[in-house]
């Protein structure tokens, strides 16, 4: 079941097309990461979905909603982290989170246990007194979340929310962005490649105002074109074991390099598509009388495939 419904969004700023006719669909419980390079149209889709932003043209719900005809309904649906993530420095983090509570008109009654319960889930019930000023910028960003959380909303928007956070930080946001995406359904837009592929089950990637790649991890590796490749560690002379991997039917390309063990030899070999060489490489290395000491085969990384499926075509 979608919750999210986009087809053909279109978005112009005077001459320039940021969005070009870009559709996608979000199901019910996905964490879907939102990639793109600088100027793809990422957060120019996130402001839309959350009705901060009119569009040119085009089509979206949100929980059944029109973004265009009803957006205070859509609010009310999604809870939304921008990426400069505004808060207001003087206040403490219980004020500044009950204020936010009545913004999204939750009844008066229920505030106080809104505010206990996003406190809890986001790390903060020792620091609802603490003057947002204060805090360190991975407090911050829990206090951003926690605001967007207080109306308890079934989606939640979160734009670069590790962006500025040292490494212990942003493993503290990961996993409760992971622990958030158990009960609501959550796009993260990111430039951090490394922490869409450890929280997110499916990805979208952008470029130029389209819709590039989408699917899991492992459906994009499958669509884009490549090769496979083995990393091989051999002990023997270099000019000698090149001469005889090579020749192997399927191999492309080698590189070699020493390796640091004496006497060793760093083979990457690649290989025409879909071809494992795993067999025959080491048949012919115990055919030459040379050592084998490590052989695994490499599989396309997430920033391989961002790196093919956004280059210009120019």
Known sequence: M???HVRNLRKNYEAFEALKGISFDVEKGEVVGFLGPNGAGKTTTMKILTCVMAATSGEVHVA?????RDPVA???RIGYLPENNPLYGDMKVAEYIRYIAELHDVPKSKIHECLEFV???CGLKDRLNDVISTLSKGYRQRVGLAAALVHDPDILILDEPTVGLDPNQIVEIRNLI???GKEKTVILCSHILAEVELTCNRILIINQGQVVASGTPAELKAQVEGHASLRVVVRGEKKAIVEAIKVIPG????RATAAKEKGAVVL???AAKKKDLREAVTQAIFENHFHLLEIHKESVSLEEIFN???????
Not at 64 to 68: E, L, M, Q
Not at 251 to 254: L, T
């Open 74 to 76: 859509v609010r009310r």
């Open 251 to 254: 191999v492309k390309k080698i």
């Open 119 to 121: 406190a809890g889930e």
């Open 268 to 270: 990457e070999i690649e």
């Open 308 to 314: 093919q499926v956004t280059q210009n075509k120019d």
């Open 2 to 4: 979608s919750v999210i």
């Open 178 to 180: 992971k622990k958030l």
């Open 64 to 68: 059944d909603h029109d973004c265009f």
